[in-house]
């Protein structure tokens, strides 16, 4: 039986604020405070003996804990942090009041007998409500939420570089940097473009009587219909199957659309890649129909499987669903051409439903692509499907990414019509459907000839800003094994920086001390109800260029002279230990 009492006073030993003054707990830990204790440890506190003495009680606290990983080899139970400890903040918080104080001090971890009594505990950030858990954040919500305690806000954010969160610029055309204006004046006279500011003029959402009543759980029938357009236009002229509406649900945002899916799914082995985007892991521990099984890429690879494994793992492991994102969130590395043909080949003949989560379609940078031209390129499985309603390919996109609209909150999932009845069948009890006014004010922006200049446009502005980080992480020193042929995320190995650079932790730690934020390798290392006790990509940072042209030059700056600081350190050092023995 649960015991709040004793949870909330584990908790407290292992949260920041109790670890940055208990020195002899940090030194059992280490020094980012993520090494195993020994449970029977935990269980000789003195405050965790006066609440009980049952061990078994004590063990499944620790695992209800969300925040902790508890591992049981042989016997031996040990339980660690999952995330490393970030810096003390620079500025003290106010002064606790004194019944807040002796709370705290209730809690620490103390030979002298304290009161039974904890119901009245002030500590508003350690009580929890019965009932309910603590959900696990995701990656980057966990990065932003670290770089909050380290002083970024809304009315600080002009002077950070955030390099970590996976949002595109919202800015206009006339503020991109000058090579890139030049460019597209180039392509206004060349014909290629309308104009310069871009085809979106998406001033306003109207609200009226005729759009305030309920709409369709799936999605308004205009908005599908023009979506299905979209998809017939660019990816299927010339084929008998063509995509409707009735192939379309229009859904609040990507994870919602993947939340549908999930739901929707029977009784599953559902592949999926690593590394690959964070929210999966999450996702998938929540549905108990799924049972979730990784597939490691690797490096060597350059983060690819070939064919051959593909079919080996859907046939081997008897997968009826594979999930991914493509292009890759991290890598950026891409499934194209034939070679994507192929996977909708395979797809077919083993009937293995592939989800692919085509959110950044139209962030390529590759030159083998179909359909192109000289201009634009971009990338989906829909071109290759032969028939909308048998063969077993779902896509998910919207205007969070391509559009660079993710406020608006429009996204959709495209597949056979037996499907989008199931996901709309979920929607009706999960979120009831998306906004009326916002879809039917965006209806225009899937305009097919508008899409195409968007994505010129769009292409030229983000490989200005690729080629830039690319060069500047060479300079670094920062080893891009394998460049992003899509996406606006760089993978980068930092094996080779000096310690403590040379860790996704160390790194990260040490940027926010520069107003700089990256995303941690590990968050990438897919691993749905933390089944793996072990971390892949320790040394591998994500960084977005998704932000301006500007900030993504003052987070490098800001890396540059971390590293150089560091490297310098590093010298000095060598040379005073040279001396010493000289």
């Given amino acids: 039986m649960a015991d709040p009492r004793l949870e909330r006073q584990l908790r407290y030993y292992f949260s920041d604020k109790n670890l940055w003054k208990d020195e002899w707990l940090v030194n059992q830990l280490g020094a980012e405070a993520t090494g195993y204790i020994s449970a029977d440890i935990i269980a000789g506190f003195n405050r965790v003996q006066q609440i009980t003495n049952d061990f078994d009680l004590i063990v499944s606290s620790l695992q209800r804990i969300v925040e902790l990983e508890v591992s049981d080899v042989e016997g031996k139970v040990q339980v660690r942090r999952r995330y490393p400890l970030p810096p003390k903040p620079q500025v003290e918080l106010d002064t606790p009041c004194n019944e807040t104080a002796a709370d705290e001090q209730e809690l620490q971890v103390a030979s002298t007998p304290v009161p039974d009594d904890l119901g009245n505990l002030a500590s508003l950030d350690e009580f929890f409500l019965t009932g309910f858990r603590r959900v696990p954040k995701t990656g980057v919500i966990f990065v932003m939420d670290e770089a909050s305690k380290a002083g970024y806000s809304a009315s600080t954010a002009q002077e950070w570089a955030n390099l970590g969160q996976g949002s595109p610029e919202t800015t206009k055309a006339k503020n991109w940097p000058t090579n890139v204006r030049k460019r597209l004046t180039e392509l206004v006279e060349k014909g290629k473009l309308t104009s310069e500011l871009g085809p979106f003029q998406l001033q306003a959402l109207e609200v009226n009587e005729e759009n305030l009543h309920y709409g369709s759980v799936n999605g308004d ?265 899509g996406t606006f995320y760089c993978w980068c190995d930092i094996s ?67 590293i150089e600081r560091h490297r310098m350190k590093r010298i000095e050092e060598d040379t005073a230990s040279t001396r010493s023995f000289g």
């Fill in 221 to 485: 029938w205009a908005l599908r219909r023009a979506v299905a357009r979209l998809y017939n236009e660019i990816y299927r002229k010339g084929k008998s199957s063509l995509y409707s509406a009735e192939n379309v649900a229009i859904v609040g945002g990507g994870r919602l659309a993947l939340t549908r899916l999930c739901c929707a799914m029977d009784n599953v082995n559902l592949g999926h890649f690593l590394p690959d985007y964070t929210a999966y892991a999450e996702l998938l521990s929540q549905f108990k129909t799924i049972n979730s099984i990784p597939i490691p890429l690797d490096p060597k690879n350059n983060f690819r499987i070939t064919l051959q494994e593909l079919r080996r793992e859907i046939v081997g492991r008897g997968l009826s669903v594979l999930l991914l994102s493509n292009p890759c969130n991290p890598t950026g590395q891409l499934v194209e051409g034939e070679e994507l043909k192929n996977w909708v080949r395979i797809a077919r003949e083993t009937q293995c439903s592939i989800v692919l989560d085509e959110i950044y379609s139209r962030y390529i940078y590759t030159q083998r692509m179909s359909p192109t031209d000289a201009t634009w390129r971009t990338v989906s499985a829909a071109q290759f499907v032969e028939d909308v309603d048998r063969d077993p390919i779902i896509i998910l996109d919207g205007l969070t990414k391509c559009w660079r609209m993710p406020g608006l909150r429009v996204c959709w999932i495209v597949g056979p019509k037996s499907l989008i009845d199931s996901v709309g069948a979920a929607g009706s009890f999960l979120d009831g459907g998306p906004s009326l006014p916002t879809q039917r004010s965006c209806v225009p922006l899937v305009n097919p000839k508008d899409v195409i200049e968007q994505t010129i446009m769009l292409q030229v502005l983000f490989s200005h800003k690729r080629d830039f980080l690319l060069r500047r992480l060479q300079d670094m020193g920062i080893v891009v094994e394998h460049p992003p042929q």
């Fill in 496 to 562: 080779k920086l000096p310690a403590p650079l040379n860790s996704c932790w160390g790194f990260f730690r040490e940027l926010l001390r520069e107003k700089v934020i990256v995303t941690p390798g590990v968050f990438f290392d897919v691993n749905p109800g933390s089944r793996r006790k072990f971390n892949s990509y320790d040394s591998f940072i994500r960084l977005s260029y998704g932000p301006s042209f500007k900030e993504v030059q003052r987070g490098l700056d800001g890396m540059q002279r971390v």
